[in-house]
T-cell receptor, first 112, second 112 residues
Framework: DQQVKQNSPSLSVQEGRISILNCDYT??????FLWYKKYPAEGPTFLIS?????DKNEDGRFTVFLNKSAKHLSLHIVPSQPGDSAVYFC???????????FGSGTKLNVKP | DSGVTQTPKHLITATGQRVTLRCSPR?????VYWYQQSLDQGLQFLIQ???????AKGNILERFSAQQFPDLHSELNLSSLELGDSALYFC???????????FGDGTRLSIL
């Protein structure tokens, strides 16, 4: 039962360029979408979220876009920095049901 | 520092044994979640407690059980351990179910 898919296991970008991480989901009941970042030997940390009533949410260098009709969301990081190198998980959530899903993650490497 | 404390950090044991993982949530958080991460895969939701009551169940095996105590700390009990149970086990907490989760640094369980 793969409710969430992050089809790119890894991504490599040059410092200063844009990083785009993608996430697809199948359940239309999801209405709140979160991104977490994880460094090695640490637990995930919350990065940014978006509600289904919006199609864009911005926080500094990080922007999340939501396309509900396509059941797709993406995380944009501009400009990318070496400290952004980490694994990024998308985690959709539904207010009306209690299951908590995480994608398999995308490992981002930002090269200096 | 997320404020979520997990002990122990590492645990090595043998097949057939039983272990207990402990989690102290962030101060003020009533909800506790347990996740399993195997071999660079995504996080698999196991179980959630809210203020002492079981609230949601994910892909938790019958050999596994959990509880949340009156002081809000939680324990995850794993019994009749198998080699496939080797994984990182994360605990997370949040103020409520619709808020971002704060993760501990995990307990790495190795079954020999």
């Amino acid at each position: 039962d793969q409710q969430v898919k992050q089809n790119s296991p890894s991504l490599s970008v040059q410092e200063g360029r844009i990083s785009i991480l993608n996430c697809d989901y199948t359940n239309s009941m999801f209405d709140y979408f979160l991104w977490y970042k994880k460094y090695p030997a640490e637990g995930p940390t919350f990065l940014i979220s978006i509600s289904s009533i919006k199609d864009k949410n911005e926080d500094g260098r990080f922007t999340v876009f939501l396309n509900k009709s396509a059941k797709h969301l993406s995380l944009h990081i501009v400009p990318s920095q070496p400290g952004d190198s980490a694994v990024y998980f998308c985690a959709p959530h539904g207010y009306n049901f209690n299951k908590f899903y995480f994608g398999s993650g995308t490992k981002l490497n930002v090269k200096p | 520092d997320s404020g979520v404390t997990q002990t122990p950090k590492h645990l090595i044991t043998a097949t057939g044994q039983r272990v207990t993982l402990r989690c102290s949530p962030r101060s003020g958080d009533l909800s506790v979640y347990w996740y399993q991460q195997s071999l660079d895969q995504g996080l698999q939701f196991l179980i959630q407690y809210y203020n002492g009551e079981e609230r949601a169940k994910g892909n938790i095996l019958e050999r596994f059980s959990a509880q949340q105590f009156p002081d809000l700390h939680s324990e995850l009990n794993l019994s009749s351990l198998e080699l496939g149970d080797s994984a990182l086990y994360f605990c997370a907490s949040s103020v409520s179910e619709n808020q971002p989760q704060h993760f501990g640094d995990g307990t790495r369980l190795s079954i020999l």
